[in-house]
């Protein structure tokens, strides 16, 4: 999987991963706390937390009618840029192929090693999960500058002109965080159980590969990416980069995050690992 990773590098695939998450993760994770909010008891203050963030996006002109529009339009003009390669496409599919049948081989092996037991797994899987999570926050954190009149990186003046450029950073710095979160669900309980404000699942078991496959597929796009941004930022001199995008770090990490967690939940037995357990 590093071979492949490595040997054929780019932004395609995640620069189109990321957009999508901005456009689509509120929306969804919206309708999802309506749709459950009748069966759960902090539903409805939920709900009424998303309305009022809204009411008030819309009050500020932060995502007004208007901005929305030129938001959606310069999505739209500017997709097909993102899109990956052909060639791209089938060296990251080459390098997911090879890491699930590597996953197979070690956790249906027969002689396994100490290491893959679940117990063991557990413990190295936590570190790497809190080391995962950690690698989401300087992006996020930057992102939300954009809410005061001091934004990292930019002019505010530019947010005049282009208010929609405020709008898509905020979005893509809340996703970095909301992957944060979803990244904590590798070591907590509702990693393993559906929560009560999921519709239609809740309390029920949540399937192995519904954490494996988005994990691991997020983890090999920040590989791919790791060495174009970090040649990037050795040869402009912008050392800072590396701490803002630590791909380097944060896909190997959540890679191993990943895999702890289908170690420790061959068999089911018990919670090792979780947040709740030992």
Known sequence: MLVFGFAVPGFQPLTLAGYAMAMFGPPVLFATVVAGAWRWRGGPVA???????????????????????????????????????????????????WGVLGTRTVVHGRSLPTWTRPAAAARWGRVATVVAAVCALPYGLLRLTWLTPWPYGMDPAEFVAMPEMRLHGLLLGLSALAGAVLTTGLVARWGEVWPRWMPVVRGRPVPVAAAVVPGGVVAALFTVAAVPMSVMAVRSGELFALVVFPFYLWGPALGVAVLGYALRRRGEQGRPGTIEGP
């Open 47 to 97: 709900v009424g937390v998303f309305v009022l963030v809204g009411a008030a996006a819309w009050a500020t002109g932060l995502a007004d009618g208007a901005v929305l529009i030129r938001y959606l339009g310069v999505i739209g003009t500017t997709a097909h840029l993102a899109m990956p390669s052909v060639v791209m496409a089938f060296f990251l599919a080459g390098a997911l192929a």
